[in-house]
C-alpha cells in the first residue's frame, strides 16, 4: 500500500485536502483511476446514485483493502456498504464541509465510531475535528444549507438580484455566505441533488425549486440518472 | 409634497423604536417618541443617551450628527399637532394593535407623511387594508435588532404601496447608515423566512437523533457561522424564534416548510427561554 491519498469529486477538494496533510493527494477528477494501492480513498461525489455506485464497486474492487471515505448526503451509508466488499471499511462524510475547509468535518459510521477509522483519520489529517452523525441524507450541514438556497429561489424567480438576497442574509443574519454564495461553492445541481435525496428520504418540503429542477435538467444531472 | 424638516415620528418606545430614535437622533433628525406609559419613556431617554454615548466613544457616529440630540428628541403619548415626514410605528406584533393604529394613522396625517411599519411578520397588505384613505402611502420598514448595530432595514412594498415610498425609505435609510434591501410583502420578508431552515432543520434533526444539539453548533460555528442554531434561538429568545414560524407557517396556510417544532414549545412551556430566563438549551445560570 502506498502512503498517497486518491480523490475523485469536485476540483476544489484537492487542494484543500492537501493542507491538511502531509501525504501525497492524488486528484482523479471525476473517475478512479488504476495504480498503486492508496492509504485513502476519497469520493466527494454526490451522484448520480448508479454512477456513484459503479464507480464504488470499481474502486472496492481495484482496491480491496482501502479504507474509502464516500460522500453519505444523498445515499446513505448503510445503502453504499451493501455496494462493495469488505464494507466495514466505508466511513461516511459531508464532501461539502470539506469544500469550505471547515473546522468540524462531520462522519457517519457503524453505531460506535470505529476507534480505528478515526485514529487513521486523525492521523493522516491536522486540524480537522471529526465528528460522529447518525447516518442520515443530508447529514447535518447540506441538511439545512440546501433548504436555505431552495428557499431562497422563491426571491430569485419574483425578480430579485443574487446581490440583495446575500446581502440581505449576510447583514440580517450575520451567516458566512448569502444563499447564492452557496450555489457558487458547490453548484446549483448539487444542491438539487441534496434537495431530491431528502425529498426522496424526509419529504414534501424538500422538493427542489423549479429554477434549481431546471438547472439540473439543463446539466443533465439527476440523482436516478 | 414631502415635508422636509427632518421630523421623524417613531411610536412605540421598546427596543425597536428606541432604536430607530437612537439611529436617527444620530444623523441630524428631530424625532418624536410616542409612548403611553411615561416611565417607557423614561427608561427609553435613558438608553438613547447611553445608545449615542456609547456610539460616539467608539466612533461609531459622527459628533456633528449626534449634535444636540437630547433637544432634537421629544417624548409623549401622542403625537397631535406634528408635521413630521414619516411615521414609523414599531409597536408589538399585533394584528389588533397595529390595524387601528394604522386606521387612526391614515385619518390624522396628510398624504405627504410616509408611514411605515416596523413589522417583521405581519403581511403589510393586511396594514394597508387598514389605511384606506391613502394606502399608497404605507409600506414596512423593518429593522433588525439591535437596531444601531445591524446595518439591514429590509423595505416592504405591499400589494398598494407606491413606488416612491420604496424610494423615499431608500434614501432615508442610506442617510441612516443602513443598507436597505427591497423585498416582496410575503410571510416572513425574506430574511425570516429564508432562515427558518436554519432553526427548523436544526431542531428536527435533534429529535431524529442525527447529531445532539451542541454538536450541532459546534458544527455550524466550525463552518463559519458566528453562531450554531441552538445558541442563536437561545440569545433571540426561544419565544420569539417560536413565534415567527409560527407566524410564517400560518400565513402560508400552513406549508409544512414551516411547521413549527414541539421542541420549542416545549421550551417554553417550561419558560426556558434562553438567555433572558437563563436558561434555554444551554444553561446561563
Given at each position: 500500500m502506498s502512503d498517497m491519498i486518491a480523490v475523485f469529486g469536485p476540483g476544489t477538494l484537492g487542494p484543500i485536502i492537501q493542507r491538511h496533510t502531509s501525504k501525497e493527494v492524488h486528484f482523479w477528477g471525476n473517475d478512479p483511476q488504476q495504480g498503486p494501492d492508496p492509504l485513502l480513498i476519497i469520493d466527494a461525489t454526490l451522484g448520480p446514485v448508479p454512477i456513484k455506485r459503479d464507480r464504488l464497486r470499481w474502486v472496492a474492487e481495484q482496491y480491496p483493502q482501502t479504507l474509502i471515505l464516500t460522500a453519505s448526503s444523498t445515499v446513505l451509508l448503510a445503502t453504499q456498504r451493501r455496494?462493495?466488499?469488505?464494507?466495514?471499511?466505508m466511513i461516511g462524510f459531508d464532501p461539502w464541509l470539506m469544500q469550505i475547509d471547515a473546522r468540524v468535518l462531520t462522519v457517519a459510521d457503524d453505531g460506535e465510531w470505529r476507534l480505528f477509522h478515526r485514529e487513521m483519520l486523525s492521523q493522516i489529517f491536522s486540524g480537522w475535528q471529526w465528528q460522529k452523525i447518525a447516518d442520515?441524507?443530508?447529514?447535518?450541514f447540506a441538511r439545512v444549507i440546501a433548504p436555505l438556497v431552495n428557499e431562497s429561489m422563491a426571491y430569485v424567480s419574483m425578480g430579485i438580484t443574487h446581490e440583495d438576497i446575500n446581502q440581505a442574509v449576510k447583514l440580517g443574519l450575520?451567516?458566512?455566505?448569502?444563499p447564492l454564495q452557496w450555489t457558487e461553492v458547490f453548484g446549483i445541481s448539487q444542491v438539487g441533488l441534496v434537495l431530491q435525496a431528502m425529498h426522496r428520504?424526509?419529504?414534501?418540503?424538500?422538493?427542489?425549486?423549479p429554477l434549481i429542477q431546471r438547472q439540473m435538467a439543463e446539466e443533465g444531472v439527476n440523482l436516478d440518472a | 409634497m414631502m415635508n422636509t424638516d427632518n421630523l421623524i415620528i417613531v411610536i412605540g418606545s421598546g427596543t425597536m423604536g428606541r432604536g430607530i430614535a437612537q439611529v436617527a437622533l444620530s444623523h441630524g433628525f428631530r424625532v418624536h417618541l410616542v409612548d403611553s406609559v411615561q416611565s417607557q419613556r423614561e427608561l427609553a431617554h435613558k438608553s438613547i443617551s447611553q445608545g449615542i454615548g456609547r456610539a460616539l466613544e467608539n466612533g461609531q457616529v459622527s459628533p456633528e450628527g449626534t449634535l444636540n440630540w437630547s433637544e432634537r428628541l421629544t417624548m409623549g403619548p401622542d403625537w397631535h399637532s406634528l408635521k413630521p415626514s414619516w411615521v414609523i410605528e414599531a409597536i408589538p406584533e399585533s394584528m389588533d394593535l397595529k390595524g387601528p393604529l394604522f386606521t387612526k394613522l391614515d385619518e390624522e396625517f396628510g398624504e405627504s407623511v410616509w408611514l411605515a411599519s416596523n413589522t417583521s411578520s405581519i403581511a403589510l397588505t393586511a396594514i394597508q387594508g387598514m389605511?384606506?384613505?391613502?394606502?399608497?402611502r404605507v409600506g414596512g420598514l423593518h429593522f433588525f435588532n439591535p437596531v444601531p448595530r445591524m446595518a439591514l432595514v429590509e423595505v416592504i412594498a405591499g400589494?398598494?404601496?407606491?413606488?416612491n415610498f420604496v424610494s423615499a425609505a431608500h434614501d432615508l435609510v442610506k442617510g441612516w447608515g443602513k443598507e436597505p434591501v427591497t423585498v416582496p410583502d410575503?410571510?416572513?420578508?425574506l430574511v425570516n423566512r429564508v432562515a427558518r431552515p436554519y432553526y427548523l432543520e436544526a431542531l428536527r434533526m435533534v429529535e431524529e437523533g442525527v447529531v445532539d444539539y451542541a454538536d450541532c453548533d459546534r458544527i455550524f460555528e466550525g463552518a463559519g457561522?458566528?453562531?450554531g442554531p441552538f445558541r442563536l434561538m437561545d440569545l433571540v429568545g426561544i419565544d420569539v424564534n417560536f413565534s415567527v414560524s409560527q407566524s410564517v407557517f400560518e400565513q402560508t396556510f400552513?406549508?409544512?416548510?414551516y411547521r413549527p417544532h414541539a421542541l420549542q414549545q416545549n421550551k417554553i412551556w417550561l419558560g426556558h427561554l434562553g438567555r433572558k430566563s437563563k436558561r434555554g438549551f444551554y444553561s446561563y445560570e
Amino acid at each position: 500500500m502506498s502512503d498517497m491519498i486518491a480523490v475523485f469529486g469536485p476540483g476544489t477538494l484537492g487542494p484543500i485536502i492537501q493542507r491538511h496533510t502531509s501525504k501525497e493527494v492524488h486528484f482523479w477528477g471525476n473517475d478512479p483511476q488504476q495504480g498503486p494501492d492508496p492509504l485513502l480513498i476519497i469520493d466527494a461525489t454526490l451522484g448520480p446514485v448508479p454512477i456513484k455506485r459503479d464507480r464504488l464497486r470499481w474502486v472496492a474492487e481495484q482496491y480491496p483493502q482501502t479504507l474509502i471515505l464516500t460522500a453519505s448526503s444523498t445515499v446513505l451509508l448503510a445503502t453504499q456498504r451493501r455496494w462493495i466488499t469488505n464494507p466495514e471499511r466505508m466511513i461516511g462524510f459531508d464532501p461539502w464541509l470539506m469544500q469550505i475547509d471547515a473546522r468540524v468535518l462531520t462522519v457517519a459510521d457503524d453505531g460506535e465510531w470505529r476507534l480505528f477509522h478515526r485514529e487513521m483519520l486523525s492521523q493522516i489529517f491536522s486540524g480537522w475535528q471529526w465528528q460522529k452523525i447518525a447516518d442520515q441524507v443530508g447529514a447535518v450541514f447540506a441538511r439545512v444549507i440546501a433548504p436555505l438556497v431552495n428557499e431562497s429561489m422563491a426571491y430569485v424567480s419574483m425578480g430579485i438580484t443574487h446581490e440583495d438576497i446575500n446581502q440581505a442574509v449576510k447583514l440580517g443574519l450575520n451567516h458566512p455566505k448569502g444563499p447564492l454564495q452557496w450555489t457558487e461553492v458547490f453548484g446549483i445541481s448539487q444542491v438539487g441533488l441534496v434537495l431530491q435525496a431528502m425529498h426522496r428520504g424526509m419529504g414534501e418540503r424538500f422538493l427542489p425549486h423549479p429554477l434549481i429542477q431546471r438547472q439540473m435538467a439543463e446539466e443533465g444531472v439527476n440523482l436516478d440518472a | 409634497m414631502m415635508n422636509t424638516d427632518n421630523l421623524i415620528i417613531v411610536i412605540g418606545s421598546g427596543t425597536m423604536g428606541r432604536g430607530i430614535a437612537q439611529v436617527a437622533l444620530s444623523h441630524g433628525f428631530r424625532v418624536h417618541l410616542v409612548d403611553s406609559v411615561q416611565s417607557q419613556r423614561e427608561l427609553a431617554h435613558k438608553s438613547i443617551s447611553q445608545g449615542i454615548g456609547r456610539a460616539l466613544e467608539n466612533g461609531q457616529v459622527s459628533p456633528e450628527g449626534t449634535l444636540n440630540w437630547s433637544e432634537r428628541l421629544t417624548m409623549g403619548p401622542d403625537w397631535h399637532s406634528l408635521k413630521p415626514s414619516w411615521v414609523i410605528e414599531a409597536i408589538p406584533e399585533s394584528m389588533d394593535l397595529k390595524g387601528p393604529l394604522f386606521t387612526k394613522l391614515d385619518e390624522e396625517f396628510g398624504e405627504s407623511v410616509w408611514l411605515a411599519s416596523n413589522t417583521s411578520s405581519i403581511a403589510l397588505t393586511a396594514i394597508q387594508g387598514m389605511a384606506t384613505r391613502f394606502p399608497h402611502r404605507v409600506g414596512g420598514l423593518h429593522f433588525f435588532n439591535p437596531v444601531p448595530r445591524m446595518a439591514l432595514v429590509e423595505v416592504i412594498a405591499g400589494m398598494a404601496t407606491a413606488p416612491n415610498f420604496v424610494s423615499a425609505a431608500h434614501d432615508l435609510v442610506k442617510g441612516w447608515g443602513k443598507e436597505p434591501v427591497t423585498v416582496p410583502d410575503r410571510p416572513g420578508f425574506l430574511v425570516n423566512r429564508v432562515a427558518r431552515p436554519y432553526y427548523l432543520e436544526a431542531l428536527r434533526m435533534v429529535e431524529e437523533g442525527v447529531v445532539d444539539y451542541a454538536d450541532c453548533d459546534r458544527i455550524f460555528e466550525g463552518a463559519g457561522f458566528p453562531m450554531g442554531p441552538f445558541r442563536l434561538m437561545d440569545l433571540v429568545g426561544i419565544d420569539v424564534n417560536f413565534s415567527v414560524s409560527q407566524s410564517v407557517f400560518e400565513q402560508t396556510f400552513y406549508d409544512p416548510r414551516y411547521r413549527p417544532h414541539a421542541l420549542q414549545q416545549n421550551k417554553i412551556w417550561l419558560g426556558h427561554l434562553g438567555r433572558k430566563s437563563k436558561r434555554g438549551f444551554y444553561s446561563y445560570e
